[in-house]
Every structure is written in structure tokens, then in C-alpha cells.
């Protein structure tokens, strides 16, 4: 088994375990309610994040840093290659009358070309400003009003059509190229008179303290507000992560690392993620998308070393495990190698931890046979040579971690949000923990306030909303920035998140109730897509949950359904019910029985970006989805579930 070769290796190896310096604080109770972690990467002083392609270029000229797709394959970018692109796009901006201090909106999925902008704005010392390829008009209108970005790129014709349309009524709209269109070629040839002197001026002006993106907040509430991220922000979380992580993977797996970046570049995760990639000069390839069946043929052809995701790709990636055994006759044999996966993973875990002996002869015996027959499937579908994953954006269910930590393949969890620069947390490298987000990013300090919430303290977080001092005062308070999660810190200062603090249900009885833990685990089990608990002011919890669309084609093909059976029959259906009940009666083991789901609606339809109920980082917009499914909520409390 490769992760317990590697944990072997990785325990002897204390003198990189014990780089990360952690100090707890206590209360007079003795309960953690603090934890700091000391930097790893010195603050910078000098320079910019706009300086990593040139120093790249300089040092190791030949190093491939990208993999751009192209005529069916992945052409590796070497160093200078990437830095000359970066200044003849930067040479463009100019010529078009980007000031220095001026903000270029970039409206696009993930692609070679949005990393090429990013650090080409910079380098003619602009500030970038992120849009989700999938914003709406009035979503465009107000970033681009808002932010004052003069300077619109866009992917897609649709893409420059909802710009066009979003802003012309502005005062000035904005100058807009369209990447489908050849827009960084004809930036370069706009560019081709401006002398590279120019860049390296610009460029070389640029200070750790200046600004360099407003990322904006996907919104579940109301307007969403633009996150000022510095030079200085950025450097502190991709330099403190690369130093915590990167020399324990390589020393450990002896791989050359690479990754595939398919998260969105308009947030924060994936922007920090290309930086720090840079940085550690691994290489990165692109894939446009996070649906299963575009983003699988991608992983098998790019085999990464390593992957950043979210919960749902992990979790699809074992439903598309599960419904290819069930095809077969197997579905039984999955189940069990799930249970043998959890039982192994945490036997095996708490031998490395120190808690206990480890797995015995007949569950070594077990997982070696469902290595051959499910294990290494499992492997294959994310390329094969993975060995570590990061997840972030929601909590990875603790079995589903096991799982894969059983399949050889470490899942690291963290936990940050834009005003963090990304991660604030993450589980580090050597010290697995299942169920938690992990310890503050080196130079980050983690603190429980009285009433539960989460509060960072460090070189990550932000200094202020755009255009909004009321908004940034009530989360800043002496450096301490107030998340709104709920969390809690172990007595080792790791940090496990239980809820938003503004979506705590009360229910007439006077039970507090966190939905997200219940939401999350039944998010984890086919056949339920999305789904949000309800209960607040009500006798007790009840759930809305809608029907993975994979899910009710594979389970209809394996009770050979008509494909085309219509979903208000299937939410009627006493097996479907059946089977969602399952997965509410897992939710409910991991809460006590006032807090538990006691009845449920399933519900036709998504909840989507497309309808509104979702923001692009796959968030619900609760008060979106109670607004549009209000019937379904007094029907749950006037005659219980349908």
C-alpha cells in the first residue's frame, strides 16, 4: 500500500515534522481557545507577486512551470517562455491605457490564458478583479460599476455579451476582448511598440502593501462585497503553505509534483493555488470545468501528482465507483469495501498517530483483496500517480476521508474563505486527523470567541471591503477578523468547523440546531444532490432534498426504468424514498434526536447557478431556495413529509 509506505517514511522524517512551530492557549479551564503557528516564510519586504515568472525565468530558464492543451496533448511552458507572455500581454494593457493602480476584470472559466492575464494585469501594474464565468447581468453590472475596472476580458461571445449588456448603461463602459476571439494575441500586436523597459518599471514599483486583486464574495446574501487582497496577502499564504507542504511531499513520495488546477480561478482557492504552484515552480495544467465526466478523461490524461478540490469531486469520484460495480452485479462488494476501507484507514491511522496497534492479519488480509478489485479503480479514475489531495469549501465526510485514505490517496483537509487569502487552516502533512480543517497556516492565529465563532489572526487576512468601511469594521477588530463560522479547537489546536453562525436554527422547543453537519453528510450519499435543513421556529427538523441527476440515471438503468420517467413520479417512488431515507438516517447518526431530521421533502428540480439557489463556489443561497420551495416547508409541518 503506497500511503502506508509513505507514512513510514514520513515518521521518521521529525526534523521536517518539526518545522512547523504550533503554541495553544488556554482558558482557566484548561480548554483551548487559541493556537498560533509560527511562519515558515519570512514576510516580504520588497517586490510583488507580479516578480514570481521573471524570477522564475532568471533561476531556471528551462523549468517547465505550465502544461498548456493543445492539438491533443499537454505542451509543457517553460519559465521564459511564460514570462515572455506575461510582459507582451502586459505590453498590450499598456498600450490600451491600463494606469498603473487600474483593475482589469477577467470573466472566465479556468484556462492557460486566465493565469497569463493574471500576472500580465500585475505586471503593468494593475489590480485584477475575478469574475465567475457564470454571473449574471446584474451580477456583472454591479463588480464592474463597483470595482471601477475599465478593462473587461472575457472567455466566451456569451460571456462579452452579458458585459456589453451589464454595463452599458455606465458613465464609461468598459474596453472588452473576449479570449475565444484570440484576445492576448491581440493584445500583444497593441502592445508591440511599447518597450519591455516600460514593464520592468511598472512592475518593479509594485510594493508588498499594494493591492493586488478585489476578489468579490459569492453572495448568499445580498450584494456581494470586494475583498482588497494585497501583494503581501498573497505572498503569506502561498510561501507558508509551499514551505509546510512541499518538501515533506517530495521527500516523502520522491515524485516530481504536478497538479491539475480545475477550480475556478474567480476564487480565491484556485488564484492562490497557481501562485504557490509558481512559486515551487510544480507544474499546473488546466481543465474549464468540475463536472465529473469532462474533468475525468482530464485526470487520466494529465496524472497528477496531487489535486485541490472540494468535497464533491471526492464524493462523486466513490459514486461513480459505486455505480460501476452495481452494473456489473457488484454493488454489494462496494459496499463492503467501503466498510473495510473505513475500518483499515482508521486502524491504520491510529497506528501512525500513536493511538493503537493497527489493522490485524484479517483486515490487512481484506483491504489487500479489495486493493486488486476496487481500491485501485479508484486510484485510476484520478489519474494514478495521486497520492495527497487537499479538500476545502465545505467539511469532507470523515468515513468518505477514510475511504480514500484506505485507496491510497492522503485527503488533507482545510479551511479559509476570500477575506483569508484562501486556507487559514490545514491539516499538515504529517499529522492526519480526519473530521478536522488542521492547524493555522504557518503565521496564522486561530481563536474561539465566547460564543463560538471563528476568529483568524495573521498575514492572510485582508485588510478591508472595497468601497465599504462599514462592512470591514464589523469583522476586523484589532487584526482579528470574524469569520461568522462556528468551530471548535482540540486539545492538539486542531480546529473542526460545526456551523455558520447566522444559519443556526432554533427550534420552537429552544434546540439549537447547525444544519450544515447534517447538510454535508447527506450531500455525501447518492442519491441526494443538493439539499438545505429547515426547523428554525418549528416543532422539529425536516430537510428539502433534491435528486442527483447521475444518481437517478444509474438507478433507474440498474432497475431497468424507462430513462425518461418523469421526477414527479420518482419523488413519489417508495424505493427512492427509501433510499433517500437512508442517507437522512447516516446524516442523522452524527447529531443527537432533538436535532435529528425527522421528515423530508424531495423536491423536483436543482438547485443551480442557472436558478439562483447556488453561488459559483456551490454554496446554497438558503433564503433563495426557502423563497421558491415555501409550499413544500408548510407541508412538511402541516401533514409531514410528502
Same mark, same amino acid.
Given at each position: 500500500?503506497g500511503?502506508?509506505?509513505?507514512?513510514?517514511?514520513?515518521k521518521r522524517r521529525t526534523?521536517?515534522?518539526?518545522?512547523a512551530?504550533?503554541?495553544? #492557549? @488556554? *482558558?482557566?479551564?484548561g480548554t483551548?481557545?487559541?493556537?498560533?503557528t =509560527?511562519?515558515m /516564510?519570512a514576510?516580504v %519586504? &520588497?517586490?510583488?507577486?507580479?516578480?514570481?515568472?521573471?524570477?522564475?525565468?532568471?533561476?531556471?530558464?528551462?523549468a517547465?512551470?505550465?502544461?498548456?492543451?493543445?492539438?491533443?496533448?499537454?505542451?509543457?511552458?517553460?519559465a521564459?517562455?511564460?514570462?515572455?507572455?506575461?510582459?507582451?500581454?502586459?505590453k498590450g494593457l499598456?498600450a490600451?491605457?491600463?494606469?498603473?493602480g487600474g483593475?482589469v476584470?477577467?470573466?472566465?472559466r479556468?484556462?492557460?490564458?486566465?493565469?497569463?492575464?493574471?500576472?500580465?494585469?500585475?505586471?503593468?501594474?494593475?489590480?485584477?478583479?475575478?469574475?465567475?464565468?457564470?454571473s449574471?447581468?446584474?451580477q456583472?453590472d454591479?463588480? #464592474? @460599476? *463597483?470595482s471601477g475596472?475599465r478593462?473587461?476580458?472575457?472567455?466566451? =461571445?456569451d460571456n /462579452?455579451?452579458?458585459? %456589453? &449588456?451589464?454595463?452599458a448603461?455606465?458613465?464609461?463602459?468598459?474596453r472588452?476582448?473576449?479570449?475565444?476571439?484570440?484576445?492576448?494575441?491581440?493584445?500583444?500586436a497593441?502592445?508591440?511598440?511599447?518597450?519591455?523597459?516600460?514593464?520592468?518599471?511598472?512592475?518593479?514599483?509594485?510594493t508588498?502593501?499594494?493591492?493586488?486583486t478585489v476578489?468579490y464574495t459569492?453572495?448568499?446574501?445580498?450584494r456581494p462585497?470586494?475583498?482588497?487582497?494585497?501583494?503581501?496577502?498573497?505572498?503569506?499564504?502561498a510561501a507558508?503553505?509551499?514551505?509546510?507542504l512541499?518538501?515533506?511531499?517530495?521527500?516523502?513520495?520522491?515524485?516530481?509534483?504536478s497538479?491539475?488546477?480545475?477550480?475556478?480561478?474567480?476564487?480565491?482557492l484556485?488564484?492562490?493555488?497557481?501562485i =504557490?504552484c509558481l512559486?515551487?515552480?510544480?507544474?499546473?495544467g488546466?481543465c474549464?470545468?468540475l463536472k465529473?465526466?469532462?474533468?475525468?478523461?482530464?485526470?487520466?490524461?494529465?496524472r497528477?501528482?496531487?489535486?485541490v478540490g472540494v468535497?464533491?469531486?471526492?464524493?462523486?469520484?466513490?459514486?461513480?465507483?459505486?455505480?460501476?460495480?452495481?452494473?456489473?452485479g457488484?454493488g454489494?462488494?462496494?459496499?463492503?469495501?467501503?466498510?473495510?476501507?473505513?475500518?483499515?484507514?482508521?486502524?491504520?491511522?491510529?497506528?501512525?498517530l500513536g493511538?493503537?496497534?493497527?489493522?490485524?492479519?484479517?483486515?490487512?488480509?481484506?483491504w489487500?483483496?479489495?486493493?486488486l478489485?476496487?481500491?485501485?479503480?479508484?486510484?485510476?479514475?484520478?489519474?494514478?500517480?495521486?497520492?495527497?489531495a487537499i479538500s476545502g469549501?465545505?467539511?469532507l465526510?470523515r468515513?468518505?476521508?477514510l475511504?480514500?485514505?484506505?485507496?491510497?490517496i492522503i485527503?488533507?483537509?482545510?479551511?479559509g474563505?476570500?477575506?483569508?487569502s484562501?486556507?487559514?487552516?490545514?491539516?499538515p502533512?504529517?499529522?492526519?486527523?480526519?473530521?478536522t480543517?488542521?492547524?493555522?497556516?504557518p503565521?496564522?492565529?486561530?481563536?474561539?470567541?465566547d460564543?463560538?465563532?471563528?476568529?483568524?489572526?495573521?498575514g492572510v487576512?485582508f485588510g478591508?471591503?472595497w468601497?465599504n468601511?462599514?462592512?470591514?469594521?464589523?469583522?476586523?477588530d484589532d487584526?482579528?477578523?470574524a469569520?461568522?463560522d462556528l468551530?471548535?479547537l482540540?486539545?492538539?489546536?486542531?480546529?473542526?468547523?460545526?456551523?455558520?453562525?447566522?444559519?443556526?436554527?432554533?427550534?420552537?422547543?429552544g434546540?439549537?440546531?447547525?444544519p450544515?453537519?447534517l447538510e454535508d453528510?447527506l450531500r455525501?450519499r447518492?442519491?441526494v444532490?443538493q439539499?438545505?435543513?429547515?426547523?428554525d421556529?418549528?416543532?422539529f427538523v425536516a430537510?428539502l432534498?433534491?435528486?442527483d441527476p447521475?444518481?437517478v440515471?444509474?438507478?433507474?438503468?440498474?432497475?431497468?426504468?424507462?430513462?425518461?420517467?418523469?421526477?414527479?413520479?420518482?419523488?413519489?417512488d417508495?424505493?427512492?424514498?427509501a433510499?433517500?431515507q437512508?442517507a437522512v438516517?447516516f446524516?442523522?447518526?452524527?447529531?443527537?434526536r432533538a436535532?435529528s431530521?425527522?421528515?423530508?421533502?424531495?423536491v423536483?428540480?436543482?438547485f443551480?447557478?442557472?436558478?439562483?439557489?447556488?453561488?459559483?463556489s456551490?454554496?446554497v443561497?438558503r433564503?433563495?431556495v426557502l423563497?421558491?420551495?415555501?409550499?413544500?416547508?408548510e407541508?412538511?409541518y402541516?401533514g409531514?413529509?410528502?
Open positions: 500500500m500511503v502506508r509506505k509513505d507514512l513510514k517514511r514520513a526534523d521536517l515534522a518539526a518545522r512551530e504550533v503554541e495553544l #492557549v @488556554r *482558558d482557566d479551564t483551548v481557545r487559541e493556537v498560533r =509560527a511562519p /516564510a514576510p %519586504t &520588497t517586490g510583488s507577486t507580479a516578480d514570481l515568472p521573471f524570477t522564475n525565468a532568471a533561476e531556471a530558464p528551462d517547465v512551470v505550465l502544461r498548456r492543451r493543445r492539438d491533443g496533448g499537454w505542451q509543457p511552458v517553460t521564459a517562455a511564460f514570462a515572455r507572455e506575461v510582459t507582451a500581454v502586459a499598456i490600451a491605457g491600463l494606469e498603473p483593475r476584470a477577467v470573466m472566465s479556468t484556462r492557460y490564458e486566465w493565469t497569463v492575464l493574471d500576472f500580465a494585469i500585475w505586471a503593468a501594474g494593475g489590480q485584477t478583479v475575478p469574475v465567475y464565468a457564470t449574471s447581468a446584474d456583472v454591479w463588480i #464592474v @460599476r *463597483d475596472a478593462f473587461v476580458v472575457a472567455e466566451t =461571445a /462579452a455579451g452579458t458585459v %456589453t &449588456t451589464a454595463t448603461g455606465h458613465p464609461t463602459p468598459p472588452v476582448w473576449q479570449l475565444d476571439a484570440d484576445a492576448l494575441a491581440d493584445l500583444t497593441l502592445g508591440r511598440d511599447v518597450p519591455d523597459d516600460e514593464v520592468t518599471k511598472r512592475r518593479t514599483s509594485l508588498p502593501g499594494t493591492t493586488a476578489c459569492s453572495g448568499t446574501t445580498g462585497k470586494g475583498c482588497v487582497l494585497t501583494h503581501a496577502n498573497l505572498h503569506a499564504e507558508n503553505t509551499v514551505e509546510l512541499h518538501p515533506i511531499f517530495k521527500e516523502v513520495t520522491h515524485q516530481v509534483a497538479t491539475l488546477l480545475f477550480l475556478p480561478l474567480a476564487h480565491i484556485g488564484r492562490t493555488l497557481q =504557490a512559486m515551487a515552480r510544480i507544474e499546473v488546466h474549464p470545468s465529473p465526466d469532462e474533468l475525468r478523461p482530464a485526470l487520466k490524461e494529465f497528477p501528482t496531487f489535486l468535497p464533491y469531486l471526492f464524493e462523486k469520484i466513490h459514486d461513480t465507483g459505486r455505480a460501476t460495480a452495481e452494473k456489473l457488484r454489494a462488494s462496494f459496499d463492503r469495501a467501503h466498510r473495510i476501507g473505513v475500518r483499515f484507514g482508521e486502524a491504520h491511522m491510529n497506528r501512525f493511538r493503537g496497534k493497527g489493522p490485524g492479519p484479517g483486515l490487512y488480509a481484506a489487500a483483496l479489495y486493493d478489485l476496487v481500491y485501485r479503480r479508484i486510484r485510476k479514475e484520478l489519474g494514478g500517480r495521486t497520492r495527497y469549501g465545505s467539511p465526510d468515513d468518505l476521508n475511504f480514500f485514505y484506505a485507496a491510497g485527503v488533507y483537509e482545510g479551511y474563505l476570500t477575506e483569508t484562501a486556507a487559514a487552516t490545514v491539516v502533512p504529517l499529522g492526519p486527523r480526519p473530521g480543517v488542521g492547524l493555522p497556516v503565521g496564522t492565529a486561530v481563536r474561539i470567541a460564543d463560538g465563532e471563528v476568529l483568524i489572526k495573521g487576512v478591508a471591503y468601497n468601511p462599514a462592512a470591514t469594521e464589523a469583522v476586523l487584526g482579528w477578523f469569520t461568522g468551530g471548535s482540540d486539545e492538539d489546536g486542531y480546529l473542526t468547523i460545526t456551523g455558520r453562525k447566522k444559519d443556526i436554527l432554533v427550534t420552537s422547543g434546540k439549537n440546531v447547525s450544515a453537519v453528510r455525501s447518492p442519491p444532490g439539499c438545505i435543513v429547515v426547523g421556529n418549528r416543532p430537510a432534498i433534491t435528486l447521475e444518481a440515471a444509474h438507478w433507474l438503468s440498474v432497475r431497468k426504468l424507462p430513462a425518461d420517467t418523469p421526477a414527479s413520479e420518482l419523488v413519489r417508495p424505493r427512492m424514498r433510499d433517500v437512508r438516517d446524516a442523522n447518526q452524527a447529531v443527537s436535532e431530521i425527522r421528515a423530508f421533502a424531495l423536483e428540480g436543482e443551480s447557478e442557472e436558478n439562483g439557489m447556488l453561488t459559483p456551490l454554496k443561497k433564503h433563495a423563497d421558491a420551495y415555501a409550499d413544500d416547508v407541508a412538511l402541516g409531514g413529509g410528502r
